[in-house]
């Protein structure tokens, strides 16, 4: 199950220059241990909104994921309280499923059966 | 204005970098490829969170009353799902670990380098000082 390839993560110095450049005061500061948790936490979001253009492509019989299949999970990808939904079956990186499918949206026009489960071990 | 776009623009391409890799990685996991142009709204989309995040701990710091963002910010800002705040928790407790381990290392050579100081410092009396 472990990768042989060696992981990407985003690079310490780019996280904490996008933060610093985003905060409204120019005086606010990030201390080194809150960089690499943000880091993690970015690298959780793009895996996500990744995951779900991927499901949603398979789910359109699609070969190649594509702007259209990145573009319908958009809306859904906002955070949302309590719940944590995994994909069953696929166990490679920890899929921390923060954000709620919506499955009554308008959106969601993909007949997705997402299985509703509580996320508990992570790695 | 043009100095802060190209810097902008080079963060933006940083972002975009890493988050490629992540996508591909993801994609090939799944037996499929992945547009160019869907890594760039995934990159776009993951730039236009940081600023979401950014916003969000620089306000959780100074409802603290810091100018530093700190881990506690980090988790407040994970703490809409249970398994997204543990799996925080764990790295934070992780890099507490190694913050203890890097400081007692350095601990130990400090006080290594100071007695072999103190001997070259005897056996250079007299001579030469900077």
């Known amino acids: ?123 | 204005m043009d100095e802060n776009e190209s810097h902008s623009q080079r963060l933006r391409a940083a972002v975009h970098y890493t988050v490629g890799g992540l996508c591909q990685g993801a994609a090939a996991a799944c037996g499929r490829d992945i547009s160019r142009q869907a890594i760039a709204a995934v990159a776009e989309t993951t730039f236009r969170q940081c600023d979401i995040f950014a916003k969000d701990l620089e306000a959780f710091s100074r409802h603290a009353k810091r100018q530093t963002v700190t881990t506690d910010d980090v988790k407040l800002l994970a703490r809409r799902s249970t398994a997204l705040s543990n799996f925080i928790q764990q790295k934070s407790e992780e890099l507490a670990i190694h913050n203890q381990e890097l400081k007692e290392k350095r601990k130990k050579n400090a006080t290594k380098r100071k007695s072999k100081d103190m001997e070259e410092n005897e056996a250079a009396e007299g001579g030469t000082e900077n």
């Open chain 1, 1 to 123: 199950m472990a990768s042989a390839e060696p992981e990407v993560v985003f690079k310490k110095e780019t996280v904490s220059k996008v933060l610093t450049m985003f905060f409204k005061d120019e005086k606010t500061k990030v201390s080194s241990d809150a960089v690499s948790l943000m880091a993690e936490m970015l690298k959780i979001f793009a895996v996500e909104a990744a995951r779900r253009a991927i499901k949603q492509a398979e789910n359109e019989d699609c070969d190649v994921v594509d702007l259209e299949h990145v573009e319908k999970i958009l809306p859904e990808l906002r955070f949302s309280g309590g719940r944590v939904i995994s994909l069953p079956g696929t166990a490679l990186t920890p899929h921390i499923w923060w954000m709620q499918w919506n499955r009554s949206s308008s959106h969601d026009c993909t007949g997705v059966n997402w299985e509703v489960q509580e996320c508990g071990d992570v790695w």
